[in-house]
């Protein structure tokens, strides 16, 4: 049964990562103010060469720094600074649907969830780069398969979250590759999360997407190959004990049948790189089981931050 509650009586922060977006910050400012007018809203500036504190402090933004270059740097620092019980955080490109602020939020505490993602629907053309787009879908797909999770849109950067997410999260990445982590946290601890489908417009002209397609593809994908091996280990590792069983096998099983034929070793390095390649299985297998037993143990202390924190709906 949903709890109906008024969003004035929570503590709202909008947090928005920023990096040259001069030309749109001052917009999304008053869109929040206009939409969630209880909120706080924060600029967090990420070394901007341009005048996006100047925009953001003259549409009643406030304003700090965050010198780390990269948009995780500016999350962590973000979750870190700011004391709320919800927190919105969005782009500072003028793309997302900001007045669907308020389903957002009401979605979160009315069902007693911890993080809401404004799930992308494109509604014009130039909103998505076709490399952009096409590594979206793959790597949503990547994280479906891993972690059994029906996913829309895995980078989205519009999200909203609950107080007991943003001071339990262990946020590690530097750049893009931060909703991501955001994502796979989510579905690895459990935490109840759902999307809603919101709008998604192109940037206003001038604007230009600091997202590299391949070079933070490559490290959003490299993001995900390390979540699975550190938050499902056993998985990760027996993989690769299988593939050097298999091919342990295809190079020994030769060599035992010709030492049954003549009795002899007539294949001295297939041998030696079979045994090798045996006991590599093992030892990935042995590896996979201890770090099995170490995620388990990172994830009850992750949990037990995480309880630290009453809920939304309960407050």
Do not use: W
């Not at 939409?35 to 549409?59: F, H, L, Q, R, W």
């Not at 849109?153 to 979250?161: A, E, N, P, T």
């Not at 590299?212 to 995900?224: E, N, P, Q, S, W």
């Not at 020994?252 to 590599?280: C, N, Q, W, Y």
């Amino acid at each position: 049964m949903k709890i109906k509650t008024d969003i004035n009586k929570k503590k709202i922060a909008v947090i928005i990562p920023c990096y040259n977006e001069g030309i749109a910050i001052a917009q999304v400012v008053k869109d929040f103010k206009k939409y969630v007018p209880e909120a706080s809203i924060y600029v967090y500036d990420n070394n901007s060469t341009d005048d996006t504190v100047a925009k953001a402090k003259k549409a009643g933004a406030i304003v700090r720094t965050e010198k780390y270059q990269g948009k995780g740097n500016v999350v962590r620092r973000m979750f870190a600074d700011i004391d709320a019980d919800i927190y919105v955080m969005s782009d500072g490109d003028e793309t997302y649907d900001i007045k669907r602020t308020p389903d957002l939020i009401r979605e979160l505490i009315e069902n007693n969830l911890d993080m809401v993602v404004g799930a992308r629907k494109e509604v014009d053309l130039a909103a998505y780069r076709v490399g952009h787009r096409t590594g979206n879908i793959i790597l949503t797909k990547l994280v479906q398969k891993f972690f059994h999770k029906e996913l829309v849109d895995m980078l989205s950067g519009f999200r909203v979250f609950s107080r007991r997410f943003v001071k339990s999260f262990p946020a590690q990445s530097s750049g893009f590759e931060i909703e991501t982590e955001l994502t796979v946290h989510t579905l690895s601890s459990r935490i109840p999360m759902t999307e809603v489908e919101t709008d998604y417009f192109a940037r206003p002209l001038g604007s230009e997407s600091k997202l590299a397609t391949y070079k933070d593809g490559a490290r959003i994908l490299l993001m995900i190959v390390n979540l699975i091996k550190d938050e499902r280990p056993m998985l990760f590792f027996s993989s690769f004990a299988a593939l050097f069983f298999i091919l342990s096998l295809m190079l020994g099983v030769p060599v035992v049948e010709d030492f049954f034929e003549t009795h002899k070793v007539l294949r001295f390095p297939s041998a030696i790189l079979a045994m090798g390649l045996m006991l590599m299985s093992v030892i990935s297998l042995l590896v996979g089981l201890v770090l099995d037993s170490v995620s388990k143990s990172r994830k009850e202390v992750r949990r037990m931050a995480y309880l630290n924190y009453s809920s939304e709906g309960e407050n």
